[in-house]
């Protein structure tokens, strides 16, 4: 049998203060020349993708990296190679970026870039650089229409722009009711707003996308268009939204949580084991958080929280 040789890479998503990163031209001569990509390369024997990731910016960019944080990984086949790439956030460095290699360098805004193309591998990467540290889920159920919906136009003012609409109990027509009011509102704040299930509903009611619920993560054949992003519990579901392609995955129960009594918990450590294992996607803590929980999600290698109540209070 033929194994398939794998070069393992690791590559820097430099990001400033106003949350602008850094993207490079790939040099003349490599493959892929003039294509861009995030500054990093090659580990060599014996190192690990942080070591490689201080000695390639050090080389490309004589840079020294300060603060790197692991963040997606990603595999992908290239005619010349079948990479795995290791991306790490690194928030901090010391001295300025420069063209070791002859490259370009372009400061670049997630969902708006300005230079192009960009190496096929990295589609996912900037998906992921597109979403918040707080995704919220909508709570009709328990403060009614009108009260959620006066909340949602609150805090769409006070900057929220990603939300799924989570409504179980209500039946197809009620809940795209309901998803027209809060589109309405969504659209005109320039927000994202998901359907939860129902993937039926994306076209009519021009969402922005798909939140699956576990059981239909594990049913489905392919990803909806627009955003999708699921609910896991588990390395298989994890690894069943990776194959998917999804943009993200909400994990949990994180901590014990008043919407599922009674489930399996992680805690943070559990959380932290799952996600360190490697995925192209961010993953969210879900379960009893608040965004007081935002330091520990992110010290346990998460994108962010999910709230449920505390999105809406
Ligand atoms: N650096 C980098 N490489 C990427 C990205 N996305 C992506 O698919 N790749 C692929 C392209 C290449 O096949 C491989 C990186 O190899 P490289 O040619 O940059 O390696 P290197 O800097 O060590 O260069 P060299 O010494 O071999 O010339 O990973 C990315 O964002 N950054
Ligand atoms: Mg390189």
């Given at each position: 049998m033929s194994t398939i040789k794998i070069t393992h890479v690791a590559a820097g998503i430099?990001?400033?203060?106003?949350g602008r990163f850094l993207l490079g031209s790939r040099p003349a001569?490599?493959?892929?020349?003039g294509w861009w990509e995030f500054p990093g390369g090659k580990l060599e024997a014996g190192e690990t993708p942080l070591q490689a990731l201080c000695r390639e910016l050090q080389e490309e960019l004589g840079i020294e990296v300060r603060a790197a944080q692991p963040w997606l990984v990603q595999e992908f086949t290239y005619p010349h190679a079948t990479v795995r790439l290791y991306f790490f956030k690194v928030t901090d460095w010391q001295g300025e970026p420069h063209p070791h290699e002859g490259q370009q360098f372009a400061w670049q805004t997630a969902g708006a870039?300005?230079?192009?193309?960009?190496?096929?591998?990295n589609t996912p990467i900037l998906r992921g650089l597109q979403l918040p540290a707080t995704l919220a889920f909508s709570n009709v159920a328990e403060m009614g229409e009108a009260a959620w919906l006066e909340s949602l136009a609150t805090q769409l003012r006070e900057g929220m722009r990603w939300l799924v609409l989570r409504?179980?109990?209500?039946?197809e027509r009620d809940y795209a009711a309901l998803a027209g009011k809060a589109l309405a509102l969504v659209r005109a704040s320039g927000g994202n707003l998901l359907l939860h299930g129902r993937p039926e509903l994306l076209r009519e009611l021009e969402a922005d996308g798909v939140h699956l619920p576990a059981r239909e993560l594990l049913k489905a054949e392919a990803r909806p268009e627009g955003w999708c992003g699921a609910s896991v519990h588990n390395a298989a579901e994890l690894a069943q939204a990776a194959r998917l392609g999804l943009d993200y995955a909400v994990l949990g129960s994180v901590k014990p949580s008043l919407s599922h009594p009674g489930g399996p918990v992680l805690g943070w450590a559990g959380f932290q084991a799952l996600v360190e294992q490697g995925w192209p996607f961010p993953v969210y803590g879900v379960g009893g958080l608040t965004s007081a929980d935002l330091d520990d999600a992110r010290l346990a290698g998460a994108q962010g929280v999910v709230m449920l109540r505390a999105a809406w209070q």
């Open positions: 430099l990001i400033q203060p106003d001569g490599k493959p892929y020349a870039l300005s230079v192009e193309p960009v190496l096929p591998a409504e179980p109990q209500l039946d």
